[in-house]
């Protein structure tokens, strides 16, 4: 059983636990992902790793409430126990010293960018962070990223907190202001990266993005996961989940994610009529 | 004594029912059928039944003991030499193995060997385990990786030969193909884990959610982890796809995660289980083997109003076992022979509408002996299908094999290994089952599992 430890709750909808798992924490890397199951009948989902502490023995996992199993995993308190929790899975990110390097992260995709950005930092590069979120009250780990990147710059879409723009607005700016940048590294809703993507194409600037794909095994046994990168088909759970993303079908991969749009709804029903409590969820009606 | 010609009938749910739900189709012998058929042997001297057993199970002498109603005794000589007789007794392909052999099966049908060793492993699921004995601690640790059939066999025979055994599991549980791939309706999952239970009574460690190659490799469970000896058997579940425009479109399925979402994650009984699954009204299996048997007929289970296997050879060329071929048919799957599709074509919405196929006819015998099917120019013709599956096969997962360091593989992916000892490239590194041999049986699985064991425990006596 994967014990959690800590659990922070970030902003409306997005919560931080600590599990338990040295197992997984000995050899976690950036960019890695994990898979958990709540409890027995639970489904399998993929997490991306947003921290690990080898000596603890814990990995740190961020999450929005989307649906059924992230609403079940945000009722999870410390003490509670994960039924089940694999990894680390995936490629780790590439990194080296490239120079001047942008990582934007965007929404819940702030957490999976700061182990990224830490060790981008750490091998000597100059980071420019970029994150962003819908509205102020949305954006969590301000700090923590300032402090894995060089330089962060903050923006909300409604401009609700420091400024109004997108990422890509920010990005566009620190390529024009900053001209030699080496890579840029994207992580965030599948409609940001794409936006990032198209962005970064004009300037010929090589962008990396974490593709967030339907999973099951996420051991490569099943290509649930799978996706179009340069015309070749490739399962992202073990030859990604990190790509180029300028060689990323993702016309293919939006339609790909809604496959199970109708089941996610009735999943969620369902649960809320069965789901007895009085945390205002809806259930026990 | 006269001779009863027949096998002794097993009762099956009536297959118009059997086609809508996942409980087991075959219902197993009651005790007086069992002690009838056990009775149909000869208890011939040369024994050539157990020939044709990978495991070398001493058939007539569990027979005999079953023909006696002693199943505590029958079932004790089965597990000397298999650890997991509930399993075989459903899954294994009797009919090219022991029963094949059997001298009754000259002139008549052959002794129902499988279902008397499926009832007595089920006697003793119902009845209470029986203890089983352990040699003295020898104090060597080995490592497992993979929980199927060959780690499992593998497993129990170190256990009792004194060593202590840890299986490294990718999964949340154990079992592999026995969990994830055969569906519940030829092999219920609760049989699975019974069969497991009982290897943990040996003293065998299993740790679920471990990918070895990702948390630790090989290497470091050796190095670091102070294990004297390792066992891969990490099987064949890479999918193939055809490699065809329009596979990646929604609805098309490989084997793999179609049957992984039916069975591990128990999909059929959304909502109540998480894990959805999607099954329109016609669906297309692409093979001719097991596992496109096994899809087929679990589409139709799903709800599928037409599931058609498609295959590109003929209905005497398909590999999957006849019986498996014949309780398809009997549940209402289709079959469309010497066809095969070159294309997938969907919907603006990128959803499976149709598949582009040709048909197909037999050629020249090719180097496996089998007439290979040659496409018919022109002959182009749709089949509407809103889901794809396909089940043209599974190669070797590469995790293990790109993460340890020294260890041989062909070019296919599958580890090289002596097919006499298990033994790899790799000192103190064994192997076995579908990872060397491609996909191929359960029980071949389990001898080969069984062969790794043996001279495991030979390495690790001279070490």
Redesign the interface.
């Known amino acids: 059983m994967y014990k959690i430890l800590k659990k922070e709750v970030l902003a409306p909808t997005i919560s931080l636990f600590d599990i338990e798992a040295p197992?997984?924490a000995?050899?976690a890397q950036a960019g890695q992902f994990v898979i958990l199951?709540t409890i027995d009948?639970?489904?399998?989902i993929p997490l991306t790793i947003a921290d690990f502490d080898r000596e603890k023995g814990t990995i740190t996992c961020v999450f929005q409430e989307v649906g059924?199993?992230t609403t079940e995993l945000a009722k999870f308190n410390v003490g509670d126990c994960l039924?089940?929790?694999?990894?680390?899975?995936g490629e780790p990110s590439h990194i080296e010293n490239f120079g001047r390097v942008v990582v934007v992260g965007g929404g819940v995709g702030v957490a999976p960018i700061h182990p990224i950005a830490r060790a981008l930092k750490e091998a000597g590069n100059e980071v420019i962070g970029i994150i962003g979120a819908r509205s102020g009250d949305l954006l969590f780990w301000e700090d923590k990223l300032r402090d894995a990147c060089t330089e962060l710059r903050v923006t909300t879409d409604d401009g609700s907190y420091v400024r109004q723009g997108f990422v890509t607005d920010v990005l566009k700016e620190v390529i024009e202001e900053k001209g030699d940048v080496a890579l840029c590294v994207a992580i965030g809703p599948l409609p940001m990266m794409r936006a990032v993507c198209n962005m970064t194409k004009d300037y010929n600037l090589k962008t990396v993005v974490s593709l967030n794909s339907i999973m099951?095994?996420g051991?490569?046994?099943?290509?649930?996961c799978?996706?179009?990168v340069g015309g070749q088909?490739k399962f992202a759970c073990?030859d990604g989940p990190e790509f180029d993303g300028h060689q990323v079908d993702f016309a293919?991969m939006a339609?790909?994610s809604v496959?199970?749009k109708e089941?996610?709804q009735?999943?969620m029903e369902?649960?809320r009529q069965g789901h007895q409590c009085t945390c205002g969820c809806g259930g026990g009606k | 004594m006269a001779i009863i010609p027949n096998k002794h009938p097993m009762p099956a749910q009536d297959a118009a029912v059997r086609a809508k739900n996942f409980n087991e189709v075959a219902l197993g012998y009651d005790e007086e059928t069992v002690v009838a058929e056990a009775s149909r042997c000869l208890q011939c001297k040369k024994e050539p039944c157990r020939e044709g057993c990978p495991v070398e199970v001493d058939i007539p002498a569990f027979i005999k003991l079953a023909a006696q109603r002693d199943f505590a005794g029958a079932i004790k000589k089965l597990k000397e030499k298999n650890a997991l007789p509930a399993v075989c007794g459903r899954v294994c392909p009797q009919e090219n193995q022991c029963e094949k052999y059997c001298t009754v099966g000259k002139k008549n049908d052959p002794v129902g060997i499988g279902r008397i060793e499926r009832f007595c492993a089920d006697w003793e699921l119902a009845n209470g385990v029986l203890p089983q004995q352990v040699a003295e601690p020898t104090g060597k640790k080995v490592a497992i990786v993979g929980s199927g059939p060959s780690g499992l066999t593998c497993a129990a025979d170190l256990a009792k030969l004194g060593h202590q055994v840890t299986i490294f599991e990718a999964l949340h549980v154990a079992g592999g193909v026995l969990m994830y791939g055969i569906p519940e309706f030829r092999l219920p999952k609760a049989v699975v884990q019974a069969e497991v239970q009982n290897l943990k009574k040996l003293g065998v460690n299993i740790q679920v959610n471990a990918v070895v190659g990702k948390f630790a490799t090989v290497d470091q469970l050796m190095e670091e982890g102070g294990f004297d000896a390792a066992f891969l058997g990490t099987g064949a579940g890479l999918p193939y796809f055809m490699n065809i425009p329009g596979e990646n479109a929604c609805g098309v399925y490989s084997a793999n995660e179609f049957l992984t979402r039916t069975n591990l994650m128990k999909a059929y009984k959304f909502p109540d289980a998480d894990t959805p699954i999607r099954v329109g009204k016609r669906v297309a299996v692409l093979g001719g083997g097991n596992v496109a048997m096994d899809a087929a007929r679990t589409a139709l289970r799903l709800g599928a109003e037409e599931s058609w296997i498609v295959y590109r050879r003929s209905k005497t060329e398909l590999p999957a076992r006849h019986e498996e071929a014949e309780h398809a048919e009997e549940e209402g799957v289709k079959f469309a022979f010497l066809t095969s599709p070159t294309k997938i074509i969907y919907d603006d919405n990128y959803w499976v509408t149709g598949m582009e196929c040709l048909r197909y006819e037999l050629g020249e015998p090719d180097a496996s002996g089998r007439r290979s099917p040659v496409p018919i120019e022109g002959s182009e013709f749709v089949i509407d299908v809103d889901t794809v599956v396909v089940a043209i096969g599974q190669g070797p997962n590469p995790l293990v094999p790109r993460t340890t360091k020294g260890l041989e593989c062909n070019k296919r992916g599958n580890i090289i290994a002596n097919l006499e000892t298990g033994a790899t490239s790799k000192p103190g590194v064994y192997a076995g089952g579908d990872v060397v041999t491609g996909a191929a049986t359960v029980i071949l699985a389990m001898g080969a599992g069984r062969t790794a064991a043996n001279s495991i425990h030979a390495y690790l006596s001279g070490k």
Not at chain 1, 41 to 44: A, N, T
Not at chain 1, 83 to 89: E, I, N
Request: with cysteine.
């Open positions: 197992m997984v000995r050899s199951r009948d639970g489904e399998r059924k199993t039924k089940d929790f694999v990894g680390p899975l099951v095994d051991t490569g046994m099943c290509g649930c799978r996706v179009t088909t073990v293919e339609r790909r496959i199970y089941q996610e009735v999943a369902h649960y």
